[in-house]
Structure formats: C-alpha cells, structure tokens
C-alpha cells in the first residue's frame, strides 16, 4: 500500500512551509535516513529526512511551493511490488501555490492519515505514515503500542506484532493541518486600501517569518502583563578593562564586544536572582537551573533570538565565538530550531543605531528581556560631588509580572548593573 509523506512540522511553532526543492525525483529508490527535500519554515530552510523506505511514486507538490500546510501529502513511497498506477489522480491541495517556473506533477489521490495520535497524557505520539496506515487497517489504537525505532518512534513492526485494540473515535484521533497564526486585529486589507486609494503605494506581502513575528508579539503584548524598570550603568570601567583584555587576546583573533560582557553579565546576574531565572508555563512557572540567554539578532525581513546556553559557565571569548557563528547563521536563515528555541531571558541591544533607549517585548515563554541602549557621553556627579564626565549606558528590563514580581526584578536587574560597573568580577 503506498505510503503518504506529509509536510512535516519543523519547529513547534510551524504551520505551514515552502517546498523549496526536492532532492529526489519520481522513480527514485530512498532508504530511511535519505534527503528527501529543502523545506524553508517561517526561520529557517532545512533538509527533511526520508523516515521509510520505498521508491518515490508520485511527487504532489511542487518546487517552490508555497504555504504548503503542515500534514499535507507532498509525495507518495512505494514498497516492493507497487506501481504509480496504484495511485488515482485527484485535485492537488489549494493550499499550495507553485513557482511560476515549476512544472506541476500528476496530483494523486491519498487518503489523509492522522499525522500524531496523542497518547492519554495528551503527549504526541510519533509513528511512520506506513505504521499509521496498518494500525488504521487494523482497528489498532497506536496509544496502547511503545516505538521500538529512534527516538521511540512506532514502525511497521510494531503494529504487526501488536493485538488489535478499539480504534479512538474519529473526533480524538483526526488531526486536522494547525490553523494560520492569527494576525493582529484591525482594519482588512480592503478597508486600509480603500484609505488610501488615492495615495501611490507598493504593496509587500507578508512571508512566514513576518507573518509569526506579528502573531506571536501582538499575542505578547495582549496576554503579558509587561511592566519596566530602567537603569543607567557606566561603563568606563568595562570600557577600560575590555580594551587590556582585547590587547591581551589579540594573538588569538579574539575581539571581545560589549554585547560580549552583557550576555556574560545577565547569566550570572540569573544565578545570583535563580528566582528570577523562569518561564511561565500556562498554569505554573518553571525555574531553570542553567543560564540560557538569548540574544535579538536582525535579519533582512525579520528576527531571529538564538540562545547561547550554559552562558554562566562559558567564558567571554567563548560566548564571543558562539555568538559571532549563531548571528551569522542566523542572518543565512541556517539555524536549527533547538539553536533558537528556549531559554529564559533574551537581550535586544539597539545601541549601535544610536538608540538611547527603548522597551523592548518579551518573548513568550521568557520571563524577562533587556532592551540596550548606547552608552554616550554625559555629565554625571562623581563620588566625591564633583561633576564629571562618563560614558553612560541606559538599560531597560521588561518583566513578564506573572513570573516576576517588581523587587525581584528590581534585584535581577541591580546584580545586571553591578556585574557589568565591576567586570573583573566576572572573572572570579
């Protein structure tokens, strides 16, 4: 019986995708493990992996095909014995938009599987299309079965052995593809352009990242209780003691950055505060033991947070060198979803635009995020009264008040200034 390979979900956050090419074409033989195709997701472009064996019989999507929703059939793996004319023609999904250049291939009719069965706990289950399809044959319900492929994956072999038990309701087991991120409430696109049909104007279409980057920071703003406290640090001492270290490591081909010590500065300032080192997590707060910190890298058409982790144990010019190699994968859309996914607690540093300074929006699950401004030149008073001149940095940390409460913040955000006003208390 030939077996569905469906659009995959690349990331949690993933609904639907760009088929951006296909590494194999019809006829093909495949083993488990083989590239199938380059799928780009609202991040990043990645290579999607053959999970059986088989010969591919029908590609359904094509190259360049866009919005192609999770679970959707993208091609179809025949086993030994079976033949494309085994596959009836029907309409391809109209989800999908092809590059005007592709050629569209034959669509095949398929009849769609559930692509994760959930277990009692509500935990997804992972099975192949093939186990899917017998155990579905068979009247076998996968929650009752325990994988014996990678990860505990359900194969073939599993649901052969297994004894057949009542198949779940069609309502608990069908798994329709996620629904489009909803997008910020407003005015249509028709109203808006009714306003300005008089005006001249380009219209851009929104990609996958945009379109995320506004569900999920309108979905922050309306469901974080966000508030802010604000602090300016002087940096000359960092700004000293930054350029001997510089000196120091130049043999190496190391160049520490400010954004270097910052990073450095909130991971240990998270284990001196380890309350305020928390995510929320719908109906409680989870505390994290390491340091994951991630850091606001601009991209062209969007954002990416990578998260350097472990930060508190790492040492400067370690950061350094994993944050210059996160930034510049990050700008080539070559970052894996676990490389941008987690932590606690992010930075978005603006300085070098010139910015003084600015609230930044948390990201969902943090519990915190640190807007940077640039540090400048200002008048200050020094200890002894006299009026000086210092390069000072303002800084604001928004907080998620669910997770942290305002002294807690308050103390987060201090051992943030005192870390990065004493440096080489960093090093002990």
Same mark, same amino acid.
């Given at each position: ?6 659009? !995959?979900? /690349? ?21 488990s493990?083989?590239?199938?195709a ?7 472009t ?23 929703k999770?679970?959707?059939?993208? &091609?179809?793996? /025949? ?12 309409p ?6 092809? +590059?005007?250049?592709?050629?569209? !291939?034959?669509? &095949? &009719? ?7 069965p =959930? =277990? ?6 992972? =099975? ?64 808006v352009?009714?306003?300005? +049909? ?21 979905? =922050?703003?309306?469901t974080?209780?966000h ?5 300016d ?5 960092l ?5 001997k270290?510089n ?13 270097d010590?910052?990073?450095? +500065? ?11 080192n928390? #995510?929320?997590?719908?109906d ?22 990578? #998260? ?28 894996? !979803? ?9 930075i978005?540093?603006l ?8 609230d ?37 940390l ?8 305002g002294?807690?913040?308050a103390?987060?955000l201090?051992?943030i ?6 440096p080489?208390v960093? /090093?002990?």
């Amino acid at each position: 019986m030939p077996i569905e390979i469906l659009m !995959p979900a /690349l990331s949690p956050t993933m609904e639907e995708g760009t088929l951006s090419k296909w590494l194999v074409k019809e006829g093909d033989t495949v083993s488990s493990g083989d590239l199938l195709a380059e799928i780009e997701t609202d991040k990043a472009t990645m290579e999607f992996e053959a999970v059986d064996e088989g010969v591919i019989g029908k590609i359904m999507i094509a190259e360049g095909s866009e919005g192609v929703k999770v679970n959707t059939v993208i &091609a179809v793996l /025949l086993e030994d014995g079976e033949e494309a004319g085994d596959i009836s023609p029907s309409p391809a999904p109209a989800s999908t938009t092809a +590059a005007p250049e592709a050629a569209t !291939p034959t669509p &095949a &009719a398929v009849t769609t599987v559930p692509a994760g069965p =959930a =277990a009692k706990d509500g935990t997804r289950l992972f =099975a192949t299309p093939l186990a899917r399809r017998i155990a579905a044959d068979k009247g076998i319900d996968l929650a009752t079965l325990t994988g014996s492929g990678p990860l505990g994956r359900i194969v073939k072999a599993d649901v052969e052995n297994a004894t057949s038990t009542a198949v779940k309701p069609a309502a608990a087991t069908a798994s329709e593809p996620a629904a489009s991120a909803s997008m910020p409430s407003g005015p249509t696109a028709d109203a808006v352009a009714k306003m300005y +049909a008089d005006r001249e104007y380009t219209e851009v279409p929104l990609d996958g990242m945009r379109k995320t980057i506004a569900a999920r920071l309108t979905e =922050a703003k309306q469901t974080v209780p966000h508030f802010y406290l604000r602090r300016d640090i002087q940096l000359d001492a960092l700004l000293s003691f930054r350029s001997k270290l510089n000196k120091q490591l130049a043999a190496r081909d190391v160049k520490l950055s400010i954004n270097d010590f910052i990073i450095k +500065a909130c991971a240990l300032a998270l284990q001196a505060q380890p309350d305020a080192n928390a #995510v929320w997590a719908g109906d409680r707060v989870f505390n994290l033991k390491p340091s994951d910190v991630a850091v606001a890298v601009a991209i062209e058409g969007g954002l990416f947070t990578p #998260v350097l982790r472990d930060a508190e144990m790492k040492s400067l010019s370690a950061l350094s060198a994993e944050m210059k190699d996160l930034a510049t994968r990050a700008k080539n859309r070559k970052l894996a !979803p676990h490389e941008y996914q987690g932590g606690s607690f992010a930075i978005s540093n603006l300085g070098m635009f010139g910015i003084d300074n600015f609230d930044a929006v948390i990201n969902p699950p943090h519990g915190a995020i640190l807007a940077v401004g640039a540090g400048k030149k200002k008048p200050v008073v020094g200890p002894d009264g006299d009026l000086v001149v210092a390069t000072v940095m303002s800084v604001t940390l928004s907080v998620d008040h669910r997770v942290i409460d305002g002294a807690l913040g308050a103390e987060l955000l201090n051992a943030i200034v005192d870390n990065l006003e004493n440096p080489m208390v960093m /090093l002990a």
